[in-house]
C-alpha cells in the first residue's frame, strides 16, 4: 500500500471485530481532534448508498456468493475511498477510518479467497498512520453480543457465517465463524503492526491509550500548521 505522506491530512484506521466498540472510539477520538482545533471525517464500512441497496437485496435473499460477496465490499471501500478519504485528506483533516481495507481483507480470507489476490487488489489502498486493533476475547465478545439479544432474529446471515455452511443454527455459526474472524484479524494486526487496544477496559481507558498513541500526530500537524 502506498504512504500518506502526499497528502496534507492524516489517516486513521481503527479495527475489530462486530461488537468490538469501534464506533464509540472513533466517535469519541473525533471529538478530542475537534477540540484541539482539527477538521475531522469519520469513514464507515458500508456507506457507498447505492452499493450499499445492492448489497442489502442479495443479503435478504441469502444470494451473495463469496466472490461477489468480497466484491461489493471492494466496491464499497473504493467508493469512499475516492469520494471521501481522499477528499479530506487532500483537505488537511483527520480521516478516522472505522474499518479499512483490512475488515475488506478479514472478511474475504475468511470465506476462501486467496489472501494474495484480495491484498493484491488493493495496492492502491494508503497505509494508515496509525491502526489500531481493539481486542476482544471470543468468550468476552460472545457475551457481549448475546446480552443484546434472545433470538436468532438478531443475527445477520452473513455475519453469523451461515454462507459458509459452519453450523445449522445460526447461533452455532456464529460462534464458529466469530471464532474464525479473530484469529484472521489476530494474524492481520500482526502482519500490519497494528497498535492493539484491550477492547475489554472501561471505555475511557480505551480512549485515553488511543489519545496517547495519536498525541504524537496531533503534535506534528499543529508544527505544521505553526510553520505555515
Request: charged share 30%.
Amino acid at each position: 500500500m502506498e504512504k500518506t505522506s502526499q497528502y496534507p491530512g492524516t489517516l486513521i484506521a481503527i479495527e475489530g471485530t462486530d461488537g468490538s466498540g469501534k464506533s464509540t472510539q472513533a466517535e469519541l477520538l473525533k471529538l478530542y481532534f475537534e477540540s484541539k482545533g482539527q477538521g475531522v471525517v469519520i469513514s464507515s464500512c458500508n456507506t457507498a448508498e447505492l452499493i450499499r441497496g445492492a448489497i442489502k437485496k442479495l443479503k435478504e435473499r441469502n444470494t451473495l456468493d463469496p466472490v461477489t460477496f468480497c466484491f461489493l465490499y471492494a466496491a464499497d471501500f473504493v467508493d469512499r475511498f475516492e469520494h471521501v478519504i481522499i477528499p479530506a485528506l487532500s483537505a488537511g483533516k483527520v480521516v478516522i477510518a472505522e474499518q479499512y481495507v483490512y475488515t475488506v481483507f478479514a472478511r474475504a480470507i475468511i470465506r476462501g479467497i486467496d489472501r494474495d489476490w484480495i491484498t493484491g487488489m488493493f495496492d492502491f489502498a494508503l497505509t494508515p498512520a496509525r491502526t489500531f486493533y481493539l481486542d476482544v476475547r471470543f468468550e468476552d465478545l460472545l457475551a457481549r453480543i448475546q446480552w443484546k439479544s434472545r433470538d436468532e432474529r438478531y443475527f445477520d446471515y452473513y455475519e453469523a457465517g451461515m454462507d459458509l455452511n459452519l453450523a445449522g443454527r445460526k447461533k452455532d455459526s456464529f460462534v464458529l465463524y466469530q471464532q474464525r474472524l479473530l484469529e484472521i484479524y489476530k494474524q492481520i494486526s500482526s502482519e500490519y503492526q497494528f497498535t492493539v487496544i484491550d477492547a475489554m477496559k472501561p471505555i475511557q481507558k480505551q480512549q485515553m491509550e488511543l489519545r496517547l498513541e495519536t498525541a504524537s500526530i496531533l503534535k506534528n500537524r499543529l508544527r505544521r500548521k505553526g510553520s505555515r
